[in-house]
């Protein structure tokens, strides 16, 4: 999945706890399968931003150079507006983009 493009609320809304829970039948296992993919959202972002900040890392820091570097704000400002992991994690959800698999069955 895109992350840039993806559909999830930037803000905090109202969830129908039912309808969450319809298809594993606990809330709780709910809970726990998504906050298990959103740390795995987390993870994809927090390499992806530290792959491409680190092309503007250098040995020498200078204050010139950190108050002129436009296009390292640029990209974390990106990625600070990003919904957060676990909105995306309840959208992939919702829209039956999460596998999910019951290793006792």
Known sequence: MSFKNSRAERTTITRDTVELEKETGNIYETIAILAKRANQINVDLKEELTQKLAEFAS????????FENREQIEISRFYERLPKPAAMAIDEYERDQIYLRNIEA
Not at 59 to 66: F, G, M
């Open 59 to 66: 040995t020498t820091d200078n204050l010139e150079e950190i």
